[in-house]
């Protein structure tokens, strides 16, 4: 049984050691359709509906696809535009509208109306439009490609934080069940203290204190056990959100054997990994790439640009249908004299955003340093713990049965035997604790690492 999470602690379901979770969107769902019946799940099954359903995911997978039509709007520059507007035009114009109003005397024989029309014409043309060069569009583009490059690796750091978000409320509802398994057999342990308390307080060989102190044990246990059960229910619904199931589903955990032991892996060779290997460090690196092109072309912005228009086609008159070939060609040269300082400003602003992007990412790599060691530290601290707590177990349960062993012979009271109680609780407790911190820290590990969804198969596998 050495290892197993269903030896618990008393029934008030504390919260267990550990980082929190990333919450926000990723404690977050959209939910999927319901189950018939009780759904089973694994770590692996709950991490899988998680990388489907949850919000912080689906966020991000559309901020990929913004990105993606940013970059697009950038493009749009850079590339040729081609268009046809072919149209046809029926006009009769009123000359008086424009202040020609023509009266000539009777005796001259003619005059001009003052309506002209109607009269018909066609023009179809092909035109296009590009820019020939312009090194400032042409860095932004770069710059947009760069920041699509970092949505897309805040879309995989996202996943990693999914997988940390499930595991920690897979393992929190693991640990309050193992709570609710050790007050169940702390109430049958009060329960039986009882009875016999009772039975020598009736038989006159132990004094009443004895038999009220056995009863006030047994009410505080069926009180935790109480307070134990409704904490499954409350962690269950926070799992069922973070992986988006439907409201109301009943689910049933499996993994609840989950000590594996930890192969081990030297802290810098950790390192090597996280920094190769962390979606949000390479996201971070794109995004000082990003804003150096941006405040290049700031400066470029200073350079003159050329464009190229034209459009070919024919037009000609209606009824007679009779045409001619046009077309207009146009090279414009732009070159910038005075803006009103708007390119020093684009310039300070970019400046400011590269120096931002770069604090960040320095930050990042300190961030992950420490990430990585403290994983490490709580990994062995846990695992150490789970030893002596499993020993300390043993250790209660042992002073436990002298305790009543004792009582029914009538060298102690019931004190002694509450307080041993007491002791095989507190100790189940502490093996719940550690090996939750333990579980967790091997998940942290796993995201510290930069491998989110295999790190745990891996953690959670070695050894079997």
Same mark, same amino acid.
């Given at each position: 049984?050495?290892?197993?999470?269903?030896?618990?602690?008393?029934?008030?379901?504390?919260?267990?050691?550990?980082?929190?979770?990333?919450?926000?969107?990723?404690?977050?769902?959209?939910?999927?359709?319901?189950?018939?019946? &009780?759904?089973?799940?694994?770590?692996?099954?709950?991490?899988?509906?998680?990388?489907?359903? !949850?919000?912080?995911?689906? $966020?991000?997978?559309?901020?990929?696809?913004?990105?993606?039509?940013?970059?697009?709007?950038?493009?749009?520059?850079?590339?040729?535009?081609? !268009?046809?507007?072919?149209?046809?035009?029926?006009?009769?114009?009123? $000359?008086?509208?424009?202040?020609? +109003?023509?009266?000539?005397?009777?005796?001259?024989?003619?005059?001009?109306?003052?309506?002209?029309?109607?009269?018909?014409?066609?023009?179809?043309?092909?035109?296009?439009?590009?820019?020939?060069?312009?090194?400032?569009?042409?860095?932004?583009?770069?710059?947009?490609? =760069?920041?699509? /490059?970092?949505? @897309?690796?805040?879309?995989?750091?996202?996943?990693?934080?999914?997988? $940390?978000?499930?595991?920690?409320?897979?393992?929190?509802?693991?640990?309050?069940?193992?709570?609710?398994?050790?007050?169940?057999?702390?109430?049958?342990?009060?329960?039986?203290?009882?009875?016999?308390?009772?039975?020598?307080?009736?038989?006159?060989?132990?004094?009443?204190?004895?038999?009220?102190?056995?009863?006030?044990? &047994?009410?505080?246990?069926?009180?935790? &056990?109480?307070?134990?059960?409704?904490?499954?229910?409350?962690?269950?619904?926070?799992?069922?959100?973070?992986?988006?199931?439907?409201?109301?589903?009943?689910?049933?955990?499996?993994?609840?054997?989950?000590?594996?032991?930890?192969?081990?892996?030297?802290?810098?060779?950790?390192?090597?990994?996280?920094?190769? !290997?962390?979606?949000?460090?390479? /996201?971070?690196?794109?995004?000082?790439?990003?804003?150096?092109?941006?405040?290049?072309?700031?400066?470029?912005?200073?350079?003159?640009?050329?464009?190229?228009?034209?459009?070919?086609?024919?037009?000609?008159?209606?009824?007679?249908?009779?045409?001619?070939?046009?077309?207009?060609?146009?090279?414009?040269?732009?070159?910038?004299?005075?803006?009103?300082?708007?390119?020093?400003?684009?310039?300070?602003?970019?400046?400011?955003?590269?120096?931002?992007?770069?604090?960040?990412?320095?930050? &990042?790599?300190?961030?992950?340093?420490?990430?990585? @060691?403290?994983?490490?530290?709580?990994?062995?601290?846990?695992?150490?713990?789970?030893?002596?707590?499993?020993?300390?177990?043993?250790?209660?349960?042992?002073?436990?049965?002298?305790? @009543?062993?004792?009582?029914?012979?009538?060298?102690?009271?019931?004190?002694?035997?509450?307080?041993? =109680?007491?002791?095989?609780?507190?100790?189940? =407790?502490?093996?719940?604790?550690? $090996?939750?911190?333990? +579980?967790?820290?091997?998940?942290?590990?796993?995201?510290?690492?930069?491998?989110?969804?295999?790190?745990?198969?891996?953690?959670?596998?070695?050894?079997?």
């Amino acid at each position: 049984m050495a290892g197993m999470i269903a030896f618990g602690a008393t029934g008030a379901a504390a919260q267990d050691q550990g980082a929190p979770p990333p919450g926000g969107n990723f404690s977050g769902s959209v939910a999927g359709q319901p189950v018939s019946g &009780l759904l089973s799940l694994s770590l692996q099954d709950a991490i899988a509906r998680g990388l489907k359903q !949850n919000l912080g995911l689906l $966020l991000s997978n559309s901020d990929v696809k913004s990105a993606g039509g940013q970059r697009w709007q950038a493009l749009a520059a850079i590339l040729p535009h081609f !268009n046809a507007a072919p149209y046809l035009d029926t006009s009769q114009v009123s $000359l008086t509208e424009f202040g020609f +109003n023509f009266k000539f005397p009777p005796s001259l024989g003619f005059s001009i109306p003052s309506v002209v029309g109607p009269f018909s014409y066609y023009d179809t043309r092909v035109s296009l439009s590009d820019s020939a060069l312009d090194l400032s569009a042409l860095d932004k583009t770069h710059a947009a490609t =760069e920041r699509l /490059a970092s949505s @897309r690796h805040t879309l995989q750091d996202a996943r990693d934080l999914v997988v $940390l978000s499930v595991g920690y409320a897979y393992l929190q509802t693991i640990a309050a069940e193992a709570r609710v398994d050790t007050a169940q057999a702390q109430v049958q342990t009060a329960q039986a203290l009882y009875d016999q308390a009772n039975d020598q307080v009736n038989a006159g060989t132990s004094p009443q204190i004895d038999g009220l102190r056995a009863q006030v044990e &047994l009410k505080t246990r069926q009180q935790q &056990l109480i307070s134990a059960k409704n904490q499954v229910e409350i962690e269950k619904l926070t799992l069922a959100r973070t992986i988006g199931l439907a409201p109301g589903q009943q689910i049933e955990l499996t993994d609840k054997q989950l000590y594996t032991p930890f192969a081990g892996i030297t802290v810098d060779e950790a390192l090597r990994q996280a920094y190769a !290997n962390r979606s949000d460090f390479q /996201a971070a690196q794109s995004d000082v790439r990003a804003a150096e092109l941006s405040l290049r072309a700031a400066h470029v912005e200073r350079i003159p640009t050329l464009s190229v228009n034209g459009d070919i086609g024919a037009a000609g008159s209606l009824p007679s249908g009779s045409a001619a070939n046009v077309y207009d060609i146009k090279a414009t040269l732009n070159i910038p004299i005075w803006n009103g300082n708007v390119i020093h400003g684009d310039i300070e602003v970019a400046d400011a955003q590269l120096q931002q992007s770069r604090d960040k990412l320095e930050n &990042l790599r300190g961030e992950i340093d420490s990430d990585v @060691r403290t994983a490490l530290l709580d990994i062995q601290s846990a695992q150490d713990q789970v030893a002596v707590a499993q020993s300390n177990i043993d250790l209660a349960e042992q002073t436990l049965t002298q305790s @009543r062993d004792r009582f029914s012979a009538g060298v102690t009271d019931t004190v002694e035997v509450v307080q041993a =109680e007491e002791a095989v609780a507190s100790a189940h =407790e502490n093996y719940i604790s550690a $090996l939750y911190s333990y +579980n967790y820290s091997k998940i942290s590990l796993a995201r510290a690492l930069g491998a989110g969804e295999q790190g745990v198969k891996q953690y959670f596998n070695e050894g079997r």
